[in-house]
């Protein structure tokens, strides 16, 4: 990497890592003229987009995967095989448009999940009502 | 770390992931998005999964300087030689929807070591490689692979000397690939079996080096699952 290529980056990564704390500044809907151009690059990058970004070592660990993860995973594959979405769309709503909260929060598979419930929403296959019903009838059986 | 994540003894309280999966897979099949059969199907289709293909094609391709040569050069083909058909795999017989069929096998030198990963994901190629370890899918390892690979592998217990090369593949939605790592000595005469048996899911993924008498990953601490999906 060329050496101002490399700047560029750093810096990129260095306004990324202040974006969420400057919920705390006055910058909520700035007027155009208080966004300069690096930090427009900064709020559109997507939160999957970590590739080069710093972090710090941790400890290497395997996983036992649980039934729901597994049972995830297959419902999303089957979802596609069946038509309901294929695997970019798929992609786009779970690592880019659950934003960076959820993205960074939640379990790998709990952005899985959240997605395959909102794309039979989205689409209209069911509505809200009959997925909180659901949800609510499913929780009873472990009452 | 591990403790902090525990779920709190005593209570035995259903997880709201458990409930939504739970939910969501029901909904679907109650308004005839799929059947339960074919959840069935899936579930069954990723038993037979796992590193094996993709260490026999290794095998293969040490042993026979042809098939190397096809490797390398058509991953999708050579996969067919170790019984993974990536064009019409069971069971959509139209490959699965989230792997696509480009298949690249990297090829190591003494002086060129490959590493795979997926920054933007965690793409990885399941039909012939099984499902990826937790690691791979960790931002962490996604970050700093690509920025800092002596290190990331050097973590892994791989200390390359400064003149071998690092050559970080990145996956993306399209294109998969496994490492294809040198033949180590102490092999010669080996059966195809024999030399399968170590090249191990993580030579496969470039973190780690066939060696004699290594016949599984480097141990680590393994997390355990609150209730786990037994393969």
């Known amino acids: 990497m060329s050496s101002s290529v490399r700047y560029k980056v750093m810096k990129h990564l260095e306004i990324v890592k202040q974006l969420q704390p400057s919920l705390h500044y006055e910058t909520h809907a700035p007027a155009p003229d208080q966004i300069d151009n690096e930090h427009y690059r900064a709020y559109t990058r997507m939160s999957h987009d970590v590739g080069g970004e710093p972090d710090v070592p941790i400890t290497w660990e395997e996983k036992e995967e649980e039934v729901w993860e597994h049972n995830t995973f297959v419902t999303c594959e089957v979802l596609a095989w069946r038509g309901v979405w294929n695997a ?41 009502t009959e997925l909180s019903d659901k949800i609510d009838e499913v929780r009873k059986r472990y009452e | 770390m591990a403790e902090k994540h525990k779920p709190a003894p005593m209570v035995e309280e259903v997880s709201e992931f458990e409930v939504l999966e739970i939910a969501v897979r029901e909904l ?10 074919d959840h069935q199907r899936w579930t069954e289709y990723m038993h037979t999964l796992g ?35 990536w064009v019409n795999s069971m069971p959509t017989q139209f490959g699965t929807p989230s792997d ?3 298949l690249r096998v990297l090829e190591d030198t003494p002086k060129l070591k490959h590493v795979v990963v997926c920054t933007l994901c965690s793409c990885y190629p399941r039909p012939i490689l099984g499902q990826s370890p937790e690691w791979y899918r960790t931002p962490n390892y996604r970050r700093r692979l690509v920025r800092w690979p002596r290190q990331v592998l050097a973590e892994f217990g791989l200390q ?3 003149d071998v ?20 000595e102490g092999t010669e005469g080996w059966s195809e079996d024999q030399l399968a048996e170590i090249v191990t899911r993580d030579c496969l993924i470039g973190v780690a080096m066939p060696k004699p008498g290594q016949t599984a990953n480097d141990p680590r601490p393994v997390r355990p699952a609150v209730n ?3 393969h």
């Open chain 1, 88 to 128: 970019e769309e798929r992609r786009r709503r779970q690592n880019v448009d659950v934003g960076q909260t959820q993205y960074l929060g939640l379990p790998y598979y709990g952005r899985w999940l959240l997605t395959a419930a909102r794309i039979l929403v989205d689409k209209q296959y069911i509505t809200v």
């Open chain 2, 28 to 37: 679907a099949i109650e308004k005839g998005l799929f059947t339960a059969e």
């Open chain 2, 51 to 85: 590193p094996l293909p993709a260490a026999r094609l290794v095998a293969k391709a040490w042993l026979d300087p042809e098939f190397k040569k096809l490797a390398v050069e058509d991953g999708v083909k050579a996969s067919l030689e170790v019984g993974i058909d």
């Open chain 2, 100 to 102: 696509y069929c480009n």
């Open chain 2, 160 to 162: 390359l000397p400064d």
């Open chain 2, 165 to 184: 090369e690092v050559r970080v593949e990145d996956s993306n939605q399209k294109s998969r690939f496994i490492v294809l790592p040198v033949r180590p």
């Open chain 2, 228 to 230: 786990p999906y037994h």
